[in-house]
């Protein structure tokens, strides 16, 4: 098994695990604005044939990593991202619920971006 590294593609709203140039798994999310600016990841895909090697939670610790180092909370909305949270609540503090409902807004006025 080779190496996962991340990288973040913030202009496409990707955080990708990329394994040997190819991406094996994503985090898609956006920067919400309004309320305050929030990291809402939105969807966790990995590719089939790399389950089970925990390359989802290492998506997620990142970007709890990456919004810690610059300072803005994660509003999750993505299923995976909020249950990973709720196991690491010393890596990932808990949602304002205030961005929370922000970021649902966000989605549903934008259907066809997510």
Not at 23 to 45: C, K, M, N, S
């Amino acid at each position: 098994m080779s190496e996962i590294d991340i990288r973040d593609d913030r202009a496409a709203g990707m955080l990708e695990a990329v394994e040997d140039g190819a991406v094996v798994g994503r985090i898609q999310y956006f920067l919400l604005e309004e309320p305050g600016r929030a990291v809402v990841p939105v969807h966790t895909v990995v590719d089939p044939g790399h389950e089970g090697r925990g390359i989802a939670g290492s998506l997620a610790a990142e970007l709890y990593a990456r919004a810690a180092r610059e300072q803005l909370p994660v509003a999750p909305l993505c299923p995976y991202v909020v249950k990973w949270a709720a196991r690491h609540p010393e890596q990932a503090p808990a949602a304002d619920p205030e961005l929370l409902e922000a970021a649902k807004e966000y989605v549903r006025a934008h259907p066809g971006r997510f």
